[in-house]
């Protein structure tokens, strides 16, 4: 019996793919089809795949041509299983011509001519393209928009900036203005990367007219606001998501999970650091920078692994800053200690001082550790008080998991929720902390 074996996505299965499988199954007499469980396709860079795993393994066996369909699960599997399944023959689209060469060592390579004028892709394309406009200064525009061009079907259709002069001349997109309005004209989604004292009255105005929005957290300085704008955004069937990239970040995501495990026990303390001297926009001197002080800029992503892992019902918190002279409202530095019932919480953020940039869970059994800059990191450990009990955490992080944000916000518009993997709480928790700082509530001042 001669066995052939294929390997694809098949997201939105369509008539390519079918043409393909039936010619891969004329190649011998069992047919064993592979289905991708990865998001990502890395070789073509493109992320946004629309269906599930199990949808897309449902829809190639509904084909009826696939003797057997397995799930490909890591890089290096087609050896393991052309060895595993004795493969004669191993096929794939002519878009792959000379990429699986390699496998020609276990068995015979067959490239079929691909079918012409189709593709997932394409389809994803037509069907799902989210116009995207972006507001921010022009450091910020092109790293996000970088990032945007990995996530299928989410198009960039229009950028608003007040520096104009530094516009990155690379970065191509129909429109480019200083004009909020006429930007939003333009597109059915924005990311708000401006200064935070303006988040509120632009999430507002997006929303009035019927945008979705994705918005550079804190979506707005008081805890009323952030209530009012998700309330607003509910009553027009819109999309809010408030962007922290740490909570799309699959370590980050994975290390949560395993703290809720009771892994390393009841959960004592976290303690999160997250420092810079720069920051994105540049050096905060320029005329159009924003005023993104220390607790703007990270405390919303130091306060995330505090609120999901012990909840956003502290019992007391005491907030200390240190300013700066010149600069009204411009923390070089805070510490905030939040105290639960039988727990305790801390988060240092700084951009006039320099810490490891760290985290640390401490639990009754043991304690897990995220080395700098955990914010974007790959790797975590638990520890405990036998280190040959310890264990490491490694995953793939790709783009600081922007792109994934990304994701989850084009799937949050198509799907017509507003699932998020933060939830309104601990947004409207963030929001009330900032609040209290520009109060000067449950505060010192360190001079
Ligand atoms: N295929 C084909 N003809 C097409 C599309 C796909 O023969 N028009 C083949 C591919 O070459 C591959 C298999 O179908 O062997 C599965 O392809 P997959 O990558 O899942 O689908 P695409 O439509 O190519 O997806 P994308 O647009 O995301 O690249």
């Not at 098949?10 to 289905?35: S, T």
């Not at 990239?245 to 026990?265: C, D, E, N, P």
């Not at 727990?343 to 001082?353: C, D, L, T």
């Not at 790797?379 to 009990?389: D, G, K, L, S, W």
Request: charged fraction near 25%; charge should be negative.
């Amino acid at each position: 019996m001669k066995k052939v074996i294929t390997y694809g996505t098949y997201d939105l299965l369509h008539f390519g793919h079918i043409r393909l499988l039936e010619r891969a199954k004329e190649l011998g007499d069992y047919l064993i089809v592979g289905v991708t469980s990865d998001d990502f396709d890395k070789v073509r860079g493109k992320i946004n795949v629309q269906q599930p795993l199990n949808e897309r393994v449902q829809a190639v066996q509904n084909t009826g041509i696939a003797d057997e369909v397995i799930i490909e699960e890591y890089e290096g599997q087609k050896i393991d299983d052309i060895i595993k399944y004795g493969i004669d023959i191993f096929t794939v689209g002519s878009d792959w011509v000379g990429y699986f060469d390699y496998l020609k060592e276990y068995c015979e390579v067959v490239y079929l001519d691909r079918t012409q004028g189709i593709s997932s892709s394409q389809i994803r394309d037509e069907k799902r393209a989210i116009n995207l406009g972006m507001v921010g200064v022009p450091p910020v525009l092109l790293k996000y928009s970088r990032e945007c061009s990995y996530v299928n079907g989410v198009n960039i259709k229009a950028m608003c900036t007040d520096d104009q002069e530094n516009y990155p001349k690379n970065l191509k997109c129909d429109l480019v203005t200083s004009d909020y309005e006429v930007m939003l004209a333009h597109v059915d989604a924005v990311y708000i990367h401006s200064d935070p004292v303006s988040h509120y009255e632009q999430v507002k105005y997006a929303l009035e007219q019927g945008k979705h929005v994705l918005c550079e957290s804190p979506i707005a300085l008081t805890k009323d606001q952030t209530k009012e704008l998700f309330e607003l955004a509910e009553k027009k069937q819109v999309v809010l998501m408030e962007a922290l990239k740490t909570a799309h970040s699959l370590a980050y995501q994975r290390m949560v999970v395993l703290i809720k495990s009771g892994r390393i026990g009841r959960i004592v303390s976290v303690d999160a650091t997250c420092t810079s001297l720069r920051d994105i926009a540049g050096d905060d001197t320029t005329r159009f920078a924003p005023k993104w002080n220390s607790l703007c800029s990270w405390g919303p992503t130091a306060m995330l692994p505090v609120f999901q892992i012990l909840g956003t019902k502290y019992k007391e918190k005491s907030i200390i800053s240190q300013f700066a002279k010149e600069r009204e409202n411009y923390d070089l530095f805070t510490k905030i200690d939040f105290i639960y019932d039988s727990a305790v919480a801390s988060i240092k953020v700084g951009k006039g001082v320099k810490s490891e940039g760290e985290l640390v869970i401490s639990g009754t059994k043991g304690y897990l550790y995220v080395p700098a800059p955990w914010w974007k990191t790959d790797y975590y450990e638990i520890r405990f008080e036998n280190p040959a009990n310890n264990k490491r955490y490694f995953y793939q992080l790709d783009g600081e998991g922007i792109r994934y944000e990304f994701v989850a916000f084009a799937r949050a518009i198509h799907k017509g929720n507003t699932i998020n993997r933060i939830s309104r709480e601990t947004s409207e928790t963030i929001s009330s902390v900032i609040e209290d700082f520009y109060c000067h509530k449950d505060m010192k001042i360190i001079i």
